[in-house]
């Protein structure tokens, strides 16, 4: 069982950066692969970024490709999500997720979600 919990959302102006935080409870955090998915008013769920548990290895959505960063400290057990130059069309509530497989862009693969944390990006 993972229990996590989602820190650092907020309202922030286009061209802006927010990092948001999860923290992690549970042994076997090291052994998950995590993620961060978002969905925003009336749309479905979709993946954002994801990092691996055996060799850190990260992979992103296209949309978010060059803008946002995934990272993760198995030694503090969180996992962190960097995001730089922020639009309008970022703005979702933000998921943290873990997973047991080696990496997956499907939201519906992620075991475990937090609570979420709301990003607004004014225009």
């Known amino acids: 069982q993972v229990q996590l919990v989602e820190s650092g959302g907020g309202l922030v102006q286009a061209g802006g950066s927010l990092r948001l935080s999860c923290a992690a409870s549970g042994r076997t955090f090291s052994s998950h692969t995590m993620g961060w998915l978002r969905q925003a008013p009336g749309k479905e769920v979709e993946f954002v970024a994801g990092i691996t548990y055996s060799d850190a290895h990260t992979y992103y959505a296209e949309s978010v490709q060059g803008r946002f960063t995934i990272s993760r400290s198995n030694a503090k057990n969180a996992v962190y999500l960097q995001m730089n130059s922020l639009r309008p069309e970022d703005t979702a509530v933000y998921y943290c997720?873990?997973?047991?497989?080696?990496?997956?862009?499907?939201?519906?693969?992620?075991?475990?979600w937090g609570q979420g944390t709301q990003v607004t990006v004014s225009s």
């Open positions: 997720a873990a997973g047991t497989f080696y990496n997956s862009n499907n939201p519906y693969d992620y075991d475990y």
